[in-house]
């Protein structure tokens, strides 16, 4: 069997994994379009991380998606890696050249923006400064495209404040640090707010910052798709603003890498979210 008639093989690596939206979220893709595919869900250990992906080429894999512990650690065994993921510091989205070399991409910022530009078409980046709760693996994804898209300032807080600052010192003079206790403060005047925390998600603590300051203008996202719409997001729009949940981000961040693995573009519609939240 020759490469050009082999059935090409997707999936994602993590430990645990079956928790994962990703394999239904890209078999819908695959049924709707019509493509020959399979995309199948691989619980890896860290141990056994870099042999699996430098055989998986050999099994037929065009790629595969990446999800926790391994993001940072694939960055390492890597031989190309692109410029977006070396600045958040870890990948999401791997893909096996044809001479079995790994390219490693980070498409978690760019599902991000394309959530807030699908759902919100009047947003613009370039508005107003962006208020940011969190400086986990999620915020640095939020910081850099949110840079990239022109935010002219983004306040920054923590609940542990040196993360925060960490997070600063490598994203610039743009990033601006505040004490989590000030929290509520830095979204007066905020044109964007993003909670990039798990508070707010069923099961975790919840997220106490006052939105006094708010002004109905803001465009208020939260990370968090369960429940899809967190008590942030429902405060926010009582108040009059313009709310986008998460669920989008995990949905756009995929259509990067099927469009390589599989060579046709995915569409997210509500038909997907409506499979993906049943």
């Known amino acids: 069997m020759t490469a050009s008639n082999r059935i090409p093989l997707a999936g994602v690596i993590g430990s645990p994994v079956a928790h994962s939206k990703s394999p239904l979220i890209f078999r819908t893709w695959l049924?709707?379009?019509?493509?020959?595919?399979?995309?199948?869900p691989m619980d890896v250990s860290?141990?056994?991380?870099?042999?699996?992906?430098?055989n998986l080429p050999k099994l037929g894999f065009v790629g595969v998606?990446?999800?926790?512990?391994?993001?940072?650690?694939?960055?390492?065994m890597a031989d190309q890696v692109s410029d977006r993921a070396a600045l958040i510091g870890s990948a999401n989205t791997l893909t096996f050249l044809d001479d079995g070399r790994i390219y490693a991409d980070n498409t978690d910022g760019y599902g991000f923006l394309e959530n807030l530009r699908q759902t919100a078409?009047?947003?613009d980046p370039k508005s107003g400064p962006a208020a940011v709760l969190g400086a986990g693996g999620a915020a640095r994804a939020v910081l850099s495209s949110l840079?990239?898209?022109?935010?002219?300032?983004?306040?920054?807080?923590?609940?542990t404040r040196s993360?925060?600052?960490a997070l600063a010192r490598e994203f610039g003079t743009k990033v601006r640090v505040q004490d989590w206790v000030q929290a509520g403060n830095?979204?007066?005047g905020a044109a964007t707010v993003v909670n990039a925390t798990s508070l707010g998600m069923t099961g975790k603590g919840e997220l106490r910052v006052p939105l006094d300051a708010l002004a109905k203008t803001a465009l208020v996202t939260d990370l968090v798709y369960a429940p899809l719409e967190t008590?942030?997001?429902?405060?926010a729009r009582s108040i009059g603003c313009t709310t986008v949940d998460g669920l989008g981000m995990l949905l756009y961040q995929a259509t990067p890498g099927f469009e390589r693995w599989f060579g046709m573009k995915a569409e997210v519609t509500e038909d997907l979210r409506a499979v993906v939240l049943r």
Not at 46 to 54: G, H, K, T
Not at 66 to 71: A, S, W
Not at 231 to 235: D, E, G, T
């Open 186 to 188: 830095m979204l007066d």
């Open 65 to 76: 998606n990446v999800t926790i512990p391994h993001k940072e650690a694939v960055l390492q």
């Open 121 to 123: 078409p009047g947003w």
């Open 163 to 165: 993360r925060a600052e």
């Open 46 to 54: 860290s141990a056994d991380l870099e042999a699996a992906l430098r």
């Open 231 to 235: 008590p942030l997001l429902a405060q």
């Open 147 to 159: 840079i990239d898209a022109g935010a002219p300032e983004i306040r920054l807080t923590n609940r």
């Open 31 to 40: 049924r709707q379009l019509g493509l020959r595919g399979y995309y199948i």
